[in-house]
């Protein structure tokens, strides 16, 4: 019977199978006693127990922060918080949710080959392999600020890809999303759905990610594992995305599963991702082991997932070289993404690389970061009581929102499709004559719908 479940496969990864325990018990030590709060647990995913009193009072958290923010956040344990919560800047990151879609398209020459390649399953091991890149860049603890409703982000020179991202939706909070090359097109509506639990939060990816192939048309879609993110309040917060990636060819019915193994015992298991590609008839054709910090490798294999003599395993991707002890332990790429340089011609104001908080708390001024971050939902708030005694609805600028309603393992989702306007802003843009100089930095970020409100 071919192993259409890598977790409970007997052959090629048992031995990894074998060492997995369960993720809620994994590593971990109580200070119930210790902090008083109970039900809480304090767990260091690198390993080892013996320094728990440590990390339960270490992190970015004042210990009377950490407190006042216990009491406020109790009240929402086993809520949606995706949007009903006011954070503080202190746990923020100098990026916008929609500069952090575009970090997926850093490894984005995978996709190239994929529409390069003959070999269909092949086909899916560079596409999945591309999904898995993004997982390093997702294991930062540092949150990015909610885009506003109507801000944008740009992307260009980067392996001649054009990227747009809009918010085009505030409660529920949506992101939509478009890419395109000679070789691809990539769209993506985004939403999230959250579970609190106290000092850990579940998110639930209720996302639709399609990626189109230009030399044949080949549609793939993507569903991601959830993540939990753990330690949000006590000890030293980390990320684990346990579950299935499911990446399938809609066009030949063929798809590749892979299961991201949950961290167990003194970190055992994590960053680990096993599982096959397999044809439409189920059948495995490939096998597909790696880390998702690391690299990703494949290996033919028979009917019932065992290597192939004679083959071996050959690499798909391997993580680029990250800058040493980054503040906010960002990749090279994450930089470029939050820089000018990657900003096309005549940027829209709505851009997130011009939003005041985000510049500000670049540049280490938290108390800025602050009032800039609270000013911009203030005028956020104005434009949404405005809109409704007006009788206005919110239209995005690049995005139409279709009747097509997507069904995920998490819940139904909305889906918005790129309309094309983008193109024509930005053909324009860039033949523009003009030879005056514009200093792109002291362009005042404005994705407001009212202008007659921002002396308010």
């Not at 001649?160 to 509506?189: C, K, R, W």
């Amino acid at each position: 019977m071919a192993p259409n479940d890598p977790k409970q496969n007997g052959g090629f990864f048992a031995s990894i199978a074998s060492s997995i325990s369960n993720f809620g018990s994994a590593m971990t030590k109580s200070v119930n006693g210790l902090l008083g709060y109970e039900g809480l647990e304090v767990v260091n995913p690198e390993g080892g127990t013996e320094d728990a009193e440590e990390e339960a009072r270490r992190g970015r958290w004042k210990q009377e922060d950490r407190d006042s923010y216990w009491k406020m956040m109790q009240k929402y344990i086993g809520s949606d918080v995706t949007s009903m919560v006011t954070l503080p800047v202190l746990i923020f990151e100098p990026m916008s949710m929609l500069q952090k879609m575009a970090e997926l398209m850093e490894y984005s020459y995978l996709l190239d080959l994929a529409d390069e390649c003959e070999d269909p399953y092949m086909r899916l091991v560079y596409t999945t392999s591309w999904a898995i890149s993004v997982y390093y860049a997702y294991q930062r603890t540092w949150k990015p600020f909610n885009p506003i409703l109507g801000e944008t982000y740009e992307m260009v020179n980067h392996g001649g890809i054009t990227f747009l991202a809009e918010q085009v939706s505030h409660h529920p909070p949506m992101s939509a999303g478009h890419a395109e090359n000679e070789h691809f097109i990539y769209d993506i509506s985004s939403k999230v759905k959250t579970k609190f639990l106290g000092n850990s939060i579940d998110i639930y990816p209720l996302g639709r990610t399609r990626v189109t192939l230009k030399r044949d048309g080949a549609v793939f879609d993507l569903v991601p594992p959830p993540t939990k993110v753990n330690n949000l309040i006590f000890g030293r917060t980390w990320v684990d995305s346990p579950g299935e990636m499911i990446m399938t060819n809609l066009t030949t019915g063929d798809k590749a599963v892979l299961y991201f193994q949950p961290c167990g015992w003194f970190g055992a298991g994590r960053y680990e991702i096993d599982g096959y590609v397999y044809n439409s008839a189920e059948e495995p054709k490939i096998l597909m082991t790696g880390k998702w910090n690391e690299s990703m490798s494949y290996q033919p294999c028979d009917s019932e997932g065992e290597p192939l003599p004679g083959t071996e395993l050959k690499e798909s991707w391997r993580l680029a070289d990250a800058p040493k002890n980054d503040k906010f332990q960002y990749t090279h790429f994450a930089h470029k993404i939050n820089s000018f340089d990657t900003a096309p011609k005549k940027l829209l104001a709505s851009d997130s690389r011009l939003r005041p908080d985000r510049y500000a708390l670049e540049q280490g001024d938290l108390s800025k970061a602050g009032f800039e971050k609270s000013s911009l939902e203030e005028r956020q708030r104005a434009e949404k009581k405005s809109r409704e005694e007006k009788g206005h609805k919110f239209t995005p600028k690049w995005f139409d929102f279709t009747n097509e309603v997507a069904t995920t393992p998490w819940g139904e989702l909305e889906v918005y499709q790129y309309n094309g306007k983008y193109d024509e802003h930005r053909a324009a843009a860039d033949s523009s004559s003009s030879t005056e100089e514009i200093d792109v930095k002291s362009t005042e970020f404005n994705p407001w719908q009212y202008e007659d409100l921002a002396a308010n």
